[in-house]
Structures are given as structure tokens and as C-alpha cells.
């Protein structure tokens, strides 16, 4: 049955989708643990560079107070050089150097001036009154404050002192967040996949549906008109499909109003129990015209009916009968209790109770030699 066939394949889409659907919330769950453990990475990249960065400028500085205490030693005794001072060296006198060891156009360059960087002053010969202004205590203290602030220094720049594997951690850290990035483009390529086929799945799902409904809802109309056109009323009927959304059809429903001869607008609710039925054949036969089957099997579809509903659905299935299957003809099997679908048959087929073998029996009449 193509109308079952179209349905099961409906059903196939649907599941489909869910399939999909599922696979998409994997692909983004997935997506979102990637995403995170890229930022726990990146933070800790961040904090390992600025543990680094916080030791470089430590011992830039350490260096550049060295740098300047030395350089101001330097000035000292090129000051006292040029002012023909003598110092008196622990080791060698200063007019034991040479005048062009100490040439002061070589300030940039210490290594023209080993004298200097290895003169150590002898200030126990120093006058008296130049010696007064700091006790040995103080000096003693002062000493003793200025070792423990450079140990304090150098135990600082210990502490610290930049990680020798930095750049090695650096590198592994670098190579994980690469391969993160990959993976990361990876689920987000399989994400877009999954995308992509869910949308195109969604595209012909929709066009399928809205294939059947416009072709339903086209020839509904007529369909109805033919089922209730009586005397007094040639027109017969006016029945309509439409759809509660537009743009998403599959997430609303679908109103069918079906207003009989002579009858004004009511809910389908409000309509009679053969009212019904004629509408709800109607669009039945609606349906079918959009995949029509080889034959109907109606079963007492006419139990609601009055006579006058009786005879209008029985010509119309008569009037199908004699139509090509190209013009929305078909053949129909019709199980009924009312006379008035008997004469419109092109057979007949009853069935009773035997009582000699207290079982069913058929009996088949053709009624083809009976018409004119």
C-alpha cells in the first residue's frame, strides 16, 4: 500500500532526525570539553609566563643595581684620578698603575679597567677627622644591614630564579594545545556534518509534507462538493485544509473545516455523526488521490449515515469505479448493512452461518447481467 509505504518512510525521517539530533548534542557536548580544557591550558600557559616574566625583571634589576654600583665605583676613582688624588690600594698603590690603564673615554667598556674592578681601597690611612663621622659599630652595623639585605636579595632571586625547563614546558604545552585544536576542528567539522544533514533531512521532510498537502488541500474542495451536492443545493458543500503555522508546519497542526449544504461555519466538533463521516471520507478519498492504492476495503463506513448521505456515497464510489486510475478511479470493497449500496454494486458477496457444518459460509452474485 503506497499510502502505508509513505508513512513508514515518514517514520524512517523522523527517526532519523532524532538520530541526528542526539548526534549533534554529542558533537557539542564534546565541542564544550574541548573548549574547556583549552582554557585550563591557556591559563596555565599564562601563569607559568608570568612566573617567568615576574623572575626575568628580578634579575634584570638585581643586575642593574650591580651594574650601577659599580659604575659609580668606577667614578669615584676616576674622580680621584684625575684629581690627582692617590688612593692608597690594600694590594698596589694607585700611582703603581699606569696613567693609561685609567682613560675615562673607556666608561663603556669595564674590561679596559681590570685595575679598577680589582683596587680595593685602604681607608685606615685615611686623616683622623674623615673617619669620625662613622664608628666602627656603625660601620660594623651598616655592614652587617647591607649583607643581609643583598643575602635577603640573592635568597629572592633564588626563589625566584626562572624554571630552566620553562621552554620545554613550554613547548609540550604548545604541542597539546595543537592537538586540542585539532580535535577541536575535528568536532566542530563532524558537528557541521551533522548539521548539515539534519537540515537536509529537515528540507525534504518539509517538502514532502507540503507536497501531500497541497495536493490534499487542492482537491479536497471538489472532492466534498461531489459527496453532499443534492437537489436545491448543485454545489454541494465546502470543505478546506489549513495549516496552524507556515513556517513550521511539523510543530502545529493541521485544521480541517468542512461546512455542509445550507449549513453555516461550525467546528468540526459541532457537526452531526454523518456529517463526519462524509467529511472524514472526503478527505480520505483526498488522500488517496495523492497515492492511490489499487482498491478501497470501506467497512461500514456508511453505520452513521442517513439514507440521503447513503446514496450520495455509494454513487460517488460508483462514479470512481468507472474512472482510469490516471483520472482518481479506483476499486473498493464496501462491508455495509444498507440496501441502498447493494444495487450500486458491480457484485455482491454475503456470508451466513451453515447449520448442517455449524460453520461460515460465502456466497458470491454478479450483478454485471443485471445493469442496463
Keep these: 500500500d503506497q499510502n502505508q509505504t509513505l508513512f513508514k518512510s515518514v517514520q524512517e525521517i523522523e527517526g532519523g532526525l532524532e538520530s541526528l539530533n542526539e548526534e549533534a548534542k554529542c558533537s557539542r557536548s564534546r ?20 612566573k617567568a616574566s615576574k623572575a626575568s625583571r628580578a634579575l634584570l634589576a638585581s643586575q642593574q643595581t ?12 676616576r674622580g680621584a684620578d684625575l684629581g690627582a688624588i692617590t688612593i692608597q690600594d690594600e694590594d698596589t698603590p694607585m700611582e703603581d698603575v699606569p696613567s693609561s690603564a685609567v682613560n675615562p673615554a673607556d666608561d663603556d667598556d669595564e674590561t679596559q679597567e681590570p685595575h679598577l674592578l680589582r683596587a680595593k681601597p685602604d681607608f685606615s690611612k685615611l686623616h683622623r677627622r674623615l673617619q669620625i663621622h662613622m664608628s666602627e659599630a656603625d660601620r660594623t652595623k651598616t655592614e652587617q644591614e647591607m649583607k643581609t639585605r643583598c643575602d635577603g636579595v640573592v635568597g629572592e632571586l633564588e626563589r625566584v630564579a626562572p624554571q630552566l625547563k620553562a621552554v620545554e614546558q613550554y613547548q609540550q604545552l604548545k604541542e597539546r594545545e595543537r592537538a586540542f585544536l585539532e580535535e577541536l576542528d575535528a568536532t566542530k567539522e563532524t558537528a557541521r556534518t551533522a548539521a548539515a ?19 490534499v488541500a487542492l482537491h479536497i474542495d471538489p472532492i466534498y462538493k461531489d459527496l453532499t451536492r443534492k437537489p436545491g443545493h448543485v454545489l454541494g458543500g465546502t470543505a478546506y485544509l489549513t495549516l496552524e503555522s507556515q513556517e513550521e508546519p511539523f ?12 449549513k453555516r461555519f461550525r467546528d468540526m ?25 489499487p482498491f478501497f476495503v470501506l467497512d461500514e463506513v456508511d453505520a452513521a449515515l442517513d439514507n440521503t448521505n447513503v446514496e450520495k456515497v455509494a454513487n460517488y464510489i460508483m462514479s470512481k469505479s468507472h474512472q482510469e486510475a490516471s483520472e482518481g478511479g479506483f476499486q473498493s470493497v464496501v462491508i ?6 447493494y444495487d450500486k454494486a458491480d457484485a455482491l458477496i454475503g456470508v451466513c452461518r451453515d447449520p448442517v457444518d455449524n460453520s461460515s459460509i460465502t456466497y458470491s452474485f454478479d450483478l454485471e447481467k443485471f445493469k442496463f
Aim: charged share 25%.
Design 31 to 50: 565541542v564544550e570539553e574541548v573548549e574547556v580544557q583549552l582554557k585550563e591550558l591557556k591559563d596555565f600557559l599564562s601563569n607559568q609566563t608570568s
Design 66 to 77: 650591580h651594574q650601577q654600583a659599580t659604575t659609580r665605583r668606577l667614578a669615584i676613582l
Design 197 to 215: 544533514r539534519f537540515n537536509q533531512a529537515s528540507m525534504q521532510r518539509t517538502e514532502r509534507f507540503m507536497e501531500c498537502f497541497k495536493h
Design 251 to 262: 510543530l502545529h497542526g493541521v485544521k480541517f473545516t468542512a461546512m455542509p449544504p445550507a
Design 269 to 293: 466538533e459541532q457537526l452531526s455523526g454523518g456529517e463526519k463521516t462524509v467529511a472524514a471520507l472526503g478527505l480520505l478519498f483526498a488522500v488517496h488521490h495523492f497515492r492511490p492504492s
Design 336 to 341: 455495509s448493512l444498507k440496501d441502498m449500496f
